[in-house]
């Protein structure tokens, strides 16, 4: 049986992959396509109901799973819909504050709501290799990284380079928001030990690469994920979505529990 798919914010980068893999794959089916009041004129003559907002289109589309990567207002706005309607969501949305992710939590106690930063199958894997790799270094070794997008990406430093830094600084007993440094200028003094450089680079349709690096005596080691289509994250969140569709509320899901 197909995992029936409402994408909200159709007309994005993001949106338009989902929709085109939701509506071409036998294991999904499109069922509705949400876009701004603006922009919702474009979806006009779909084979699926559209609307400018989840919460017109949820009746329409029982036992559907919405897929929301637009932004933290209009996210948070998705979560509170199918809070109420009782609907499944997938959220790939970046830039949530931490009162935004507290939001989150409470509302998935009345729906299945399941956020990632990331959803491609390879940085998740990171998330687990890079503790070990931390560990095993020892504080002799500093750590940093770069992360690069397109031109066109809101959020900086990006949701992934966030989330790969909190499973660092956790591997040495630290608190990311302590001791992260995104901006270097000027007469900065020597750099402390309990510091984890993120930085961000953007330009041109640079889809997503995240290098971490380990710099100790004598050598370094790079550890590098590119993504080299947007397909990789619409398969995520798709998978997601079909394993969220048999989950209840009660927590706000991740790719840990997904795998």
């Given at each position: 049986?197909?995992?029936?798919?409402i994408?909200?914010?159709?007309?994005?980068?993001?949106?338009?992959?989902?929709?085109?893999?939701?509506?071409?794959?036998?294991?999904?089916?499109?069922?509705?396509?949400?876009?701004?009041?603006?922009?919702?004129e474009?979806?006009?003559?779909?084979?699926?109901?559209?609307?400018?907002n989840?919460?017109?289109v949820?009746?329409?589309?029982?036992?559907?799973?919405?897929?929301?990567?637009?932004?933290?207002a209009?996210?948070?706005?998705?979560?509170?819909?199918v809070?109420?309607?009782?609907h499944?969501?997938?959220?790939g949305?970046t830039?949530?504050?931490d009162?935004?992710?507290?939001?989150?939590?409470?509302?998935?106690?009345?729906?299945?709501?399941?956020?990632?930063?990331n959803?491609?199958?390879?940085?998740?894997?990171?998330?687990?290799?890079?503790?070990?790799?931390?560990?095993?270094l020892?504080?002799?070794?500093?750590?940093?990284?770069?992360?690069l997008?397109?031109?066109?990406?809101?959020?900086?430093?990006?949701?992934?380079?966030?989330?790969?830094?909190?499973?660092?600084?956790?591997?040495?007993?630290?608190?990311?928001?302590?001791?992260?440094?995104?901006?270097?200028?000027g007469?900065?003094?020597?750099?402390?030990?309990?510091?984890?450089?993120?930085?961000a680079?953007?330009?041109?349709?640079?889809?997503?690469?995240?290098?971490?690096?380990?710099?100790?005596?004598?050598?370094?080691?790079?550890?590098?994920?590119?993504?080299?289509?947007?397909?990789?994250?619409?398969?995520?969140?798709?998978?997601?979505?079909?394993?969220?569709?048999?989950?209840?509320p009660?927590?706000?899901?991740g790719?840990?529990?997904?795998?």
């Open positions: 049986m197909s995992t029936a798919i994408v909200v914010g159709a007309n994005g980068r993001m949106g338009k992959t989902i929709s085109h893999l939701a509506a071409t794959e036998p294991a999904y089916s499109l069922a509705g396509l949400v876009d701004s009041r603006e922009h919702v474009t979806l006009a003559g779909a084979s699926c109901p559209v609307g400018d989840l919460a017109a949820l009746p329409k589309a029982p036992g559907a799973v919405a897929i929301d990567f637009t932004a933290p209009v996210s948070l706005q998705s979560a509170r819909a809070a109420e309607s009782g499944a969501l997938v959220i949305t830039g949530f504050t009162a935004e992710k507290d939001e989150l939590h409470e509302l998935a106690k009345k729906a299945p709501i399941f956020w990632a930063s959803m491609s199958i390879g940085v998740n894997v990171l998330c687990k290799i890079l503790p070990e790799l931390t560990r095993a020892g504080d002799a070794y500093d750590i940093e990284m770069v992360e997008h397109h031109n066109r990406k809101k959020d900086s430093p990006s949701g992934t380079a966030l989330t790969l830094g909190e499973c660092l600084a956790e591997a040495r007993g630290w608190q990311l928001n302590d001791v992260r440094c995104s901006a270097r200028d007469i900065i003094g020597e750099r402390p030990k309990a510091q984890i450089g993120i930085q680079i953007r330009g041109g349709d640079v889809v997503g690469v995240h290098t971490v690096y380990f710099m100790g005596p004598g050598e370094r080691i790079e550890v590098t994920h590119q993504a080299h289509s947007r397909d990789t994250f619409a398969q995520g969140a798709l998978r997601a979505a079909a394993w969220l569709a048999g989950q209840k009660g927590k706000l899901y790719m840990r529990d997904m795998f």
